[in-house]
């Protein structure tokens, strides 16, 4: 076990695939704290966060074991990718199973003065500016628009955002700044209104 650890994460890998379950054993103590630190801190649920964890590592050994592995050099940072994926996958099921319909209340939510900040005409400029913000990121290129989710649907550091795409900081800033420059510069190109208040 001594000689184990002082092994690559790759040469772990690779005593794993021939069936050295303690290889394993010594990827996942490795591993585990910094892994449950990162959906801990994403998620903020600690069951959540062992649901998420237990997952990340069972699609690990699922894809080690069926030789799907390819990131020679990279573990970590394949993990950390494997459970920022799981992390969003939950977000969205989530957002899907809370989305409510008018048709299906007896009260009128989108006149409701209770559940409303301003009046219904603010409410639908500003769901139109979201609206156009969200069709912008979809013409991102996916490096840029995959930083600027992380950092601004999920709330996530610069460093998170390099650890868990596997890039420097500065990468994943400079990928910041060029999502923001070619929002700005769609909103002048198609006359976009980006404000509401």
Same mark, same amino acid.
């Given at each position: 076990?001594?000689?184990?650890?002082?092994m690559?994460?790759?040469?772990?890998?690779v005593?794993?695939?021939?069936?050295?379950?303690p290889?394993?054993?010594?990827?996942l103590?490795?591993h585990k704290?910094?892994?449950?630190?990162?959906?801990?801190?994403?998620?903020?649920?600690?069951?959540?966060?062992?649901?998420?964890?237990q997952?990340?590592?069972? %699609?690990?050994?699922?894809?080690?074991?069926q030789?799907?592995?390819?990131? @020679?050099?990279?573990?970590k940072?394949?993990i950390?990718?494997?459970?920022?994926?799981?992390?969003?996958?939950?977000?969205?099921?989530?957002?899907?199973?809370n989305?409510?319909? @008018?048709?299906?209340l007896?009260?009128?939510?989108?006149?409701d003065?209770?559940?409303?900040?301003?009046?219904v005409?603010?409410r639908?400029?500003? @769901?139109?500016?979201?609206?156009?913000?969200? %069709? #912008?990121?979809?013409h991102?290129?996916?490096?840029q628009?995959?930083?600027?989710?992380?950092?601004?649907y999920?709330?996530?550091?610069f460093?998170?955002?390099?650890?868990?795409?596997?890039?420097?900081? @500065?990468?994943?800033?400079?990928?910041m700044?060029y999502?923001?420059?070619? #929002?700005?510069? #769609?909103?002048?190109?198609?006359k976009?209104?980006?404000?509401?208040?």
């Amino acid at each position: 076990m001594n000689n184990l650890k002082t092994m690559t994460d790759e040469e772990l890998v690779v005593l794993y695939v021939q069936g050295s379950n303690p290889a394993f054993d010594v990827l996942l103590s490795r591993h585990k704290s910094s892994v449950y630190a990162y959906i801990y801190y994403t998620v903020h649920d600690s069951d959540l966060t062992d649901d998420i964890f237990q997952e990340t590592f069972l %699609k690990v050994i699922t894809t080690i074991k069926q030789g799907r592995y390819t990131e @020679n050099g990279k573990f970590k940072a394949w993990i950390m990718r494997i459970a920022h994926n799981l992390i969003i996958d939950n977000f969205r099921q989530e957002r899907n199973e809370n989305a409510i319909s @008018n048709d299906e209340l007896d009260v009128d939510l989108l006149n409701d003065v209770r559940l409303c900040e301003g009046t219904v005409e603010d409410r639908m400029v500003k @769901n139109q500016v979201l609206a156009d913000i969200r %069709k #912008m990121i979809k013409h991102l290129p996916d490096s840029q628009r995959e930083v600027l989710e992380m950092r601004y649907y999920h709330d996530m550091s610069f460093k998170e955002i390099a650890d868990a795409t596997g890039v420097s900081i @500065n990468t994943a800033l400079g990928r910041m700044r060029y999502a923001i420059m070619n #929002m700005r510069r #769609m909103a002048e190109e198609y006359k976009i209104e980006l404000s509401y208040a």
